[in-house]
């Protein structure tokens, strides 16, 4: 079965700074495809940034970006000069045919 | 371009009415998903449909739920006699392919609370 762990329940970063949310998945597939997801308190899921799994280079989105480590099976999401609005339920998925959802790590980015 | 459309934003009912869900996806996009989310939880998959075809319905309960996406109109989420259990966030999820590199665009939700 396909799973995917965010052992991060809670997280807590100074505005400006940076920060690092981690995610591990098991999966026997070679080819799939790799999700974050952002839900602000408005509750809609906003798509921040995807990372094939054939790719090497590590995906990058403006102050977002990941380190992806196939064979460790981790996709962890850094936020470069972290902002107020950057505060959200931050969820890792996991895409074969369906998403695949962790529990996710909800960021307070502080003043 | 409208992103994804869901309504009614919020829906309350009692105990035995039906809940009746609605999903437009983005312009253009003929794959459809149904995901719903448990207070604190994750999204959970639940269906996944192209049009007037259900794909995988995998993760939706047996009974009370059903899902169908038609020629015309929206998709359409159906979950008759609600029970507690049922209040939740029910998210759609649209994407112009259905193969897994398509990313699926999410529309903002029906929080369902049911009495």
């Known amino acids: 079965a396909q799973t995917v762990t965010q052992s991060q329940p809670e997280m807590s970063v100074q505005e400006a700074e940076t920060v690092t949310l981690s995610c591990t998945y098991d999966?026997?597939?070679?080819?799939?495809?790799l999700f974050w997801y952002k839900q602000p308190p408005s509750r809609q899921m906003i798509l921040v940034i995807r990372?094939?799994?054939?790719?090497?280079q590590n995906a990058t989105e403006n102050r977002f970006s990941v380190n992806f480590q196939k064979a460790a099976k981790s996709f962890s999401l850094k936020i470069s000069d972290s902002q107020l609005g950057d505060t959200a339920m931050y969820f890792c998925?996991?895409?074969?045919?369906?998403?695949?959802f962790g529990t996710g790590t909800l960021l307070a980015v502080q003043p | 371009n409208a992103g994804v459309m869901q309504n009614p934003r919020h829906l309350v009912r009692r105990r035995g009415q039906e809940a009746r869900l609605r999903c437009s996806p983005m312009?253009?996009?003929?794959?459809v998903y149904w995901y719903r989310q448990l207070p604190e939880e994750g999204l959970k998959f639940m269906v996944y449909l192209q049009k007037e075809n259900i794909i995988d319905e995998s993760g939706m309960p047996k009974e009370r739920f059903s899902a169908e996406f038609p020629k015309e109109g929206p998709s359409i989420l159906r979950i008759q006699q609600v029970v507690r259990g049922d209040s939740a966030a029910y998210f759609c999820?649209?994407?112009?392919?259905?193969?897994?590199?398509?990313?699926?665009?999410f529309g903002p939700g029906t929080r369902l609370l049911v009495l």
């Open positions: 999820a649209s994407s112009l392919q259905g193969a897994g590199q398509e990313t699926q665009y």
């Open positions: 999966t026997s597939e070679n080819n799939y495809y």
């Open positions: 990372q094939e799994a054939y790719k090497q």
């Open positions: 998925a996991f895409r074969s045919n369906k998403l695949i």
């Open positions: 312009k253009g996009h003929s794959h």
